[in-house]
């Protein structure tokens, strides 16, 4: 967590006084309750943690040494819990239950790094209980107003070409990011917004910037991969994704990729967001970003993602704000104090680090009412080249946070944890976008069964699919940053097993579907089943009518589960 005070969280942090205006309760405790995984069977001791499963709980071990804590089971000791009835099938096991003993001012902090350690699945801040009296004749304060939900405003999760199809990806199983984790590599973040709570770990190494800018970006950061499902604020493009985050204070971003990446496994994804300022200006710093670059330029950061990478951990990152052709001569010539081993990582003839590199593209015209250009064309500060691999959206991202150094400019007020924002911009805005995509496809490969995507399947797979770059005015596609993801056509490209075809026996339009919040749909009668095309085109409605009122339909339809997927009416 930062080092910002925190606001009161939770019932009964203040009470009305005689007058109505709030005091604390003085001597209310507060609780931090651990919950362990129960194949690590953790046994705690006064002289340290063990595991029955022979489980390695060294990490955590240290851990409580260094900071001086105890752990202790909450409702009785292990053994004893274990020798009591079995409880009932759908009961908690108390047996997983501890309380962190120690550090009490500083629980919310230690939440987030114990959660993310080997052998706990959660952990989470009980505040003191207090008495439930309102006392008399207190005023009441007006509650704030609800945040409402924002997620109409958020048309990158809309199916392709507009979004990446996240709503599509939400119905299939594992869609959403189930099994993946996301970390984070930048500065700071707003830990305890009310609508990064529900899969968000905490910091898994350094320490955050106390900056209210840096707390924004990476805030804004976390809404657009994993925001909270529900009817409050905004939701990510892969909800149920697990996230965390690394920060550079102190270690530096080659470290805190490195130690990211050692917290991941095969499939996951570590999402980097920082830029610096490159050779163009001779690595001057400047307010307008001109001539930043990737962090893969420098050796260290390199060969830390190449370590990510090689560990089947997929690295997503920004190319950066800097409006450079990454295809640039300059960028063949070794910098002086490089070693001389180092080559040009921008030249697809060297060898690549294996991330996959995210490129700053238009949002449909009319968003939020503004136009930045044609629909995924390249906006002007967006780094491009052959090694750039996909683009999101660089303008108009609607989702937590606020604006730079200010409050939400969707949604503001004196709580950092409510704010929100139109406006998340820049390849910053983009590699989550990407990164979200991404972690929806590594759930639908472990829920079918099938291996993970590695660095190379990704970079290849988002290549081979997605809505294609378009040119603008002095931009053309030619000044490559990819294709912007589609879910649903890569994955039937990776699971073409998936999809299975038929010829249509009859049909039913539904023009005015029940119940009415159904979307229109087109329904077609293939394979003994009947299959569901949503918000047909008036073209496709037009064909299939034609053919099947000529007598001899001959309707092809290619569906995945219910779901038609393509749909060619012959003759």
């Known amino acids: 967590m930062t080092d910002q005070a925190e606001p009161a969280q939770g019932p009964g942090a203040l009470g009305p006084g005689p007058d109505g205006a709030g005091f604390t309760y003085r001597g209310a405790e507060q609780e931090l309750i651990v919950v362990a995984r129960p194949e690590a069977r953790l046994r705690a001791r006064a002289d340290g943690v063990r595991s029955a499963s022979g489980a390695d709980v060294t990490s955590l071990t240290m851990f409580l040494s260094d900071e001086q804590l105890t752990l202790e089971p909450l409702f009785g000791s292990e053994d004893r819990l274990a020798q009591a009835p079995a409880p009932a099938p759908d ?139 529900g009817e409050l604020g905004v939701t990510g493009i892969a909800p149920d994704a697990v996230t965390a985050a690394a920060s550079v204070r102190g270690i530096g971003s080659a470290a805190a990729i490195h130690a990211a990446a050692e917290r991941l496994g095969p499939g996951d994804i570590v999402l980097v967001e920082l830029h610096r300022p490159g050779p163009r200006f001779e690595y001057a710093e400047r307010d307008d970003q001109r001539g930043c670059l990737p962090l ?27 409006a450079e052709s990454l295809d640039d001569a300059l960028y063949e010539r070794r910098p002086d104090d490089f070693p001389g081993w180092w080559r040009n990582p921008f030249n697809p003839s060297n060898a690549s680090s294996g991330a996959v590199l995210v490129g700053a593209g238009a949002p449909p015209p009319g968003t939020h009412g503004r136009d930045h250009g044609p629909d995924r064309s390249r906006l002007a500060f967006s780094n491009h080249g052959a090694r ?10 609607t989702t937590t946070g606020g604006f730079w150094d200010r409050p939400g400019d969707l949604q503001g007020g004196p709580e950092e ?137 001959d309707v092809r339809v290619w569906f995945a589960d219910e779901e038609i997927v393509g749909l060619v009416v012959v003759g």
């Open 296 to 322: 893969e330029w420098w050796p260290d950061d390199f060969a830390a993602v190449r370590y990510a990478t090689a560990k089947g951990v997929l690295v997503v990152a920004a190319a950066g704000n800097g």
């Open 388 to 397: 750039v691999d996909a683009q999101g959206w660089g303008h108009e991202v």
């Open 91 to 229: 009961a908690p096991d108390l047996a997983l239950f501890y309380r962190v003993r120690g550090g009490e001012s500083r629980a919310r902090e230690l939440r987030a790094r114990i959660a993310a350690l080997p052998g706990i699945d959660t952990a989470y801040v009980k505040p003191g209980a207090v008495p439930a009296s309102l006392g008399q004749g207190e005023r009441q304060e007006e509650k704030a107003p609800l945040t409402p939900d924002f997620s109409g405003r958020q048309g990158y999760l809309h199916p392709a070409p507009e979004g990446v199809g996240a709503l599509w990806a939400w119905q299939r199983h594992g869609g959403a990011g189930q099994d993946v984790t996301v970390i984070v590599v930048e500065g700071a973040w707003q830990l305890g917004h009310e609508d990064l709570a529900a899969k968000l770990a905490g910091v898994v190494v350094g320490t955050p910037l106390d900056d209210l800018a840096w707390r924004n970006h990476g805030t804004s950061v976390l809404g657009v991969v994993a925001g909270d499902r």
């Open 417 to 553: 944890i409510t704010w929100y924002t139109d406006a998340f911009s820049g390849t910053s805005a983009a590699a989550p976008v990407v990164a979200g995509a991404l972690a929806g496809l590594q759930g639908v490969l472990r829920a079918a069964g099938r291996p993970v995507m590695s660095p190379e399947d990704a970079r290849r797979v988002l290549r081979a699919t997605g809505s294609p770059q378009q040119d603008a005015p002095g931009r053309p596609a030619s000044q490559r940053i990819g294709n912007r993801p589609d879910i649903r056509a890569a994955v039937t490209h990776l699971l073409p097993q998936a999809v299975d075809s038929g010829r249509a026996e009859r049909y039913w339009d539904e023009l005015l579907p029940y119940p009415p919040e159904l979307p229109p749909r087109l329904r077609l009668f293939v394979a003994g089943a009947w299959r569901t095309l949503d918000h047909p085109s008036p073209e496709v409605r037009q064909a299939v009518h034609t053919a099947f009122a000529g007598g001899r339909p």
